[in-house]
């Protein structure tokens, strides 16, 4: 009888430290039953980030919390993991709708385990709307810089100072120095493009060394 409650102590202790993380983890987790096709368990992140009770959500089935952008199902992930070790991961971005109708964005990373003789995926979920946000906003203005670079007549260059080269050039850089495209451009140093001495007697690659050298320093430079 000893041994037996150690045992019983044993197994509550391991218990009562597994709910505690569980409830605590800042992301989502979900416990997904894949002989019954099932939820079995929702920590308190997931349930809030959803916007229901954990009796509530586990009523739910993938339908409810797709919107239908999303291009992947739970049953295409549960296939997939079936022949995966328990350390290896499949993450998917899904489009997902809460209790009150508002939608986001979640990154859900699956991951197969064992309860016992039971097979679950455990879905860690995490709200990523904001990060979506940004980087749809990067792409937007990364397309407004790329219009402008290389739409205007003027040339443009863009030098790494640490190299001291030549990263970038547009279509009015290859034009107005008559290279035979972008890659050729940046092919050459700076000084290149310059007569081996300028008008006031100095090396064009000595006066160019010193004049990125001051740009670098001072923030601009006129020449």
Known sequence: MTEARAAEARIQESEDRFRTIFNAVNDGIIVYDVGTTAYIDANPRVCDMFGYTREEFLELNLSDLLTGVSPHTLEDAAPLLQGMGSDEALTFEWHCKAGDGHNFWAEVSFRRAMFGARAVLLATTRNVTERKRT?????????????????????????????????????????????????????????????????????????????????????????
């Open 135 to 223: 980087e749809d906003a990067l792409q937007a203005s990364e397309v407004k810089y790329r219009n402008l670079f290389e739409c205007t007549r003027d040339a443009i260059m863009i030098l790494e100072p640490s190299s001291g080269r030549f990263i970038s050039a547009n279509a009015g850089a290859v034009k107005l120095f008559g290279t035979k495209d972008e890659a050729d451009f940046i092919s050459r140093e700076p000084w290149d493009y310059s007569p081996e001495r300028q008008p006031d007697g100095r090396a064009s690659v000595e006066k160019a060394q010193e004049i990125i050298e001051t740009a670098t320093r001072v923030g601009s430079q006129f020449f």
